[in-house]
């Protein structure tokens, strides 16, 4: 358990290394946080939970308790507070982490009547915490004009995301998850893989560390249909802007145009005409021609959902994805996070825990659901089970999407 709260500090730390202290403090976009802010944020939620809730410690500063609460103050207004300074913040985490170690020393989780302690949960809440704020990082620090100084770091940055015929290797099985197939059956054709459907299990009671929306396992009957095999890639998408995608109002729902209308969009986050129809793309500061066969990445649900009509096409819903990926039907998984038809929602016999505020407050139609992860996301939370979720005009997340269509 150190060993693993160690690597999310190190990663995170490594993510942060080459920014000075005003670059640390600045806000690159309303949409993302200061990079310190984010840093304190993770140290705060750690003693919160490994030394308060844990120990009944009291807290390093009853006012981090409103400057660190995501919940208190939206990220656009987060560079105005009276937040700790770069050198602060690390001296704060540093800390909590000694303070954390020391206790950790001393617990036990076998046989534990707690069930934040049970297969060491809320360590690994923590842990996965860390890890999916480096992925926050990671794209705040993708939306700075500057080149990033560093190409690979942590799990690495990499030139583009792997494209390979199947999952990168650390996100093929991750840790705590078994890809059960359920009853169905698969056979390519045209870039689809067909699946029987039927009586499929979603969601896990088994995952230790799983989230609360990830739970309880439950049935559902799917009908037959049809899967992409791959993520929609680069050239697949280049394809839809050049045939006027996005000047076609009847591949948009009504919200999805007045959204294009609004935030003049013309491409991908992060592309830009070049003139003859060709593009290029600045990913970390870098400029460079979109790689036909990636996954197109930076994309919103409303983006998502044209290019599916356009298609011919629907987006799976998260039931179809699930049942496809626990069938191991689906390659790629892991690149892009990819957007499903589904709004998010709580399954059957849903109960919080530790705290409303990670997912029950988000339940409902304004949000829409991710699966798969991305190639920013750590194995710990990239799992058949895991749901993301985001607002559908969101594209500075690594988000793409894959096709779906019925059977028929």
Not at 139 to 149: K, S
Not at 172 to 182: F, N, R
Request: glycine residues 8%; proline residues 8%; contains cysteine.
């Amino acid at each position: 358990m150190a060993d693993q709260l160690g690597h999310a500090r190190g990663r995170t730390i490594a993510l942060l290394e080459p920014f000075d202290a005003s670059e640390l403090s600045r806000q690159v976009s309303p949409l993302m946080s200061p990079l310190v802010w984010d840093l304190a944020h993770i140290a705060h939620f750690e003693e919160l939970w490994l030394l308060r809730t844990l120990t009944a410690a009291p807290p390093t500063d009853p006012r981090y308790d409103d400057l660190y609460d995501a919940f208190a103050h939206p990220r656009r207004e987060r560079s105005e507070l009276d937040i700790l300074g770069p050198a602060d913040t690390r001296a704060f985490a540093a800390d909590v982490r000694r303070r954390v170690l020391d206790h950790l020393a001393s617990v036990s989780f076998d046989g534990s009547d707690d069930p934040l302690l049970r297969d060491a949960f809320v360590y690994g809440m923590v842990i996965q915490h860390e890890h999916q704020h480096d992925e926050t990082l990671l794209a705040t620090i993708n939306l700075m004009e500057c080149a990033y100084p560093h190409p690979e770091v942590g799990l690495g940055i990499p030139p583009s995301p792997p494209a390979s015929p199947s999952s990168p290797s650390w996100c093929a099985q991750p840790p705590h998850t078994s890809l059960h197939a359920p009853t169905a059956g698969k056979g390519r054709g045209d870039g689809f893989v067909s699946v029987r459907g039927g009586r499929v299990t979603l969601g896990t009671d088994s995952e230790p560390w799983a989230y609360d929306n990830e739970r309880p396992a439950h049935v559902v009957d799917l009908a037959p249909f049809r899967i992409g095999a791959s993520p929609v890639s680069n050239g697949e998408y280049a394809a839809f802007v050049a045939s006027g995608g996005y000047a076609d109002e009847r591949l948009w729902s009504d919200a999805g145009w007045a959204w294009r209308r609004e935030a003049d969009l013309t491409g991908p986050l992060g592309w830009h005409a070049e003139g003859d129809g060709a593009w290029s793309q600045i990913r970390f500061g870098v400029r460079s021609a979109p790689a036909e066969a990636e996954p197109v990445e930076h994309v919103c649900w409303h983006e998502a959902e044209a290019f599916a009509r356009w298609a011919g096409a629907r987006l799976p819903t998260e039931a179809e994805w699930e049942a496809a990926a626990r069938a191991g039907a689906l390659e790629l998984v892991g690149t892009v996070w990819e957007w499903t038809a589904s709004d998010f929602l709580p399954y059957p016999g849903f109960r919080a825990f530790p705290y409303r505020e990670y997912s029950e407050v988000f339940f409902g139609d304004e949000y829409k659901v991710l699966r798969g992860g991305s190639w920013a996301t750590h194995p710990v939370a990239c799992r058949t089970t895991f749901r993301n979720w985001d607002y559908p005009i969101r594209r500075q997340i690594f988000s793409g999407l894959r096709l779906a269509a019925d059977a028929t």
